[in-house]
Each structure stands twice: as C-alpha cells, then as structure tokens.
C-alpha cells in the first residue's frame, strides 16, 4: 500500500476536528477519485463487497433473508431485520410502492438459493438499479455467520463517474479503527484497478457535517 497509515490516520484526525458540531453522531465517509479508467470498460463499472475490521455501530446493515423450512427460522432465531417466506414473496408480485420501499430499507438480500428465480423475478427491477444484487445461500448455511459478514460489509460502486463515495466510519469511532476500515476498502480496489493504486488520483475523508480532507500521499 503505497499510502502509510501515518498520513491516513493524520488525515482521519483533521477530518473529525474540523467536522461542525452536531447533536447526532455524524458519518466519515471515504471519497476516492480515479484515473485513466475507462468507464465504458467492465472495469468502470466496479462494485465490491468490502468486510470492514470495524463496522461502524450505529450504521449497522439491515438484511432481509428471504427462505423458506429450517433456513428461514435459523434467521429468525439470529435475528435477521426481516425473514420472509415464499408466499409472501409471491404476495408482493406487482405491488411498486411496496417493492421500492423493502428495496429502499434494507441494505442486503440472502436468499435461499432455489427462490433465486423467483427473487429476481419480482424483486428484480427494484434492486438492480440500486446495486442491491441477491446473495444466494444453500438451505444448509450457516445463516448467523453470513448475517455477521453482511452487518459488517459496505458496498464500493463505481457508476458513470470515475468515483467512489463509501461509509468508513463514525466520528465517535477510534481514529485508528476508521484507518484500518479505509486501508480494507483500499486494498480491494488496488486488487481491482488494472494499474492498483496508482488509478487512483486522489483521496479524501469527510465527516457529514465537515469539508472533505485530502490524504496525501
């Protein structure tokens, strides 16, 4: 990794002192501008599932699980936001403003993996557009241990623009939490990128309510 954690960590700490204060717990947010991509490529249209080391407690993922028999009350029992059966995935065929807003309020889908079809089928046209794609898991997974993976991973999309804008972190976190977050996120794009971490031009952290702060190289 071509940036020292020094120069991150340094940049974490000016982030947070020059974020406004707030009576709510604000995000940190990484901003990665990329160049010589061609985003007409398979390369310009990254997406990665990045398993942060800290996840940031008060932005846990929700996750639906979509099973059916013994799949879907182990997801119960582990407490999955949402559990829904066949029958009421069957129920929702056709409903828009119902479908948008399962799609709108929660982050993941595990989905047993003979209802795939069917899931695509009709909750296809909501999640695509939100990068939202289906995590197929056989009836005999071990469903807690892939909800603790999915609370924990955030999403890294590339579309249209050569940027990435991802959660990393809250204020309220340890600085060097949030520097282990960000070399996480940055190493699977230095894996993806055909040039690794020289495609990337420029680096930035920012809180919600503060300026965007440069980390230099």
């Known amino acids: 990794m071509s940036i020292e954690p020094k120069k991150i960590l340094a940049a974490v700490k000016e982030a947070k002192e020059k974020a406004e204060k707030r009576n709510f717990t604000q995000s940190v ?11 007409k490529s398979p390369g310009g249209r990254l997406q ?4 942060l080391p ?41 409903k828009k403003k119902e479908l948008r807003k399962i799609a709108n309020d929660y982050d993941f889908f595990i989905v047993e993996a003979p209802l795939m079809p069917l899931v695509g089928k009709i909750l ?15 009836p005999t997974a071990d469903i ?43 190493r699977t794009i230095e894996g993806k990128m055909k040039r690794g971490i020289k ?7 920012k809180t919600t309510m503060g300026a965007p702060v440069k980390i230099k190289p």
Do not use: F
């Open 144 to 186: 807690e241990s892939l909800l603790n993976k999915y609370r924990r991973t955030v999403v890294i999309r590339m579309r249209n623009q050569p940027v990435i804008q991802c959660l990393i972190g809250t204020e309220n976190m340890k600085e060097e939490e949030i520097v282990e977050n960000i070399q996480a996120v940055l």
């Open 124 to 138: 296809g046209a909501v999640l695509g557009p939100r990068g939202k794609m289906p995590i197929p898991a056989p």
């Open 199 to 205: 495609n990337v031009k420029l680096v930035c952290i």
């Open 48 to 51: 990665e599932n990045v398993e």
């Open 54 to 94: 800290y996840p940031p407690p008060e932005k846990t993922n929700k996750i639906c699980v979509i099973a059916t028999g013994e799949l879907a009350l182990k997801a119960k029992r582990a407490n999955a936001d949402l559990v829904m059966d066949r029958a009421q995935l069957e129920g929702l065929a056709g």
């Open 29 to 39: 947010e990484l901003i990665l501008t990329l160049q010589d991509i061609d985003m």
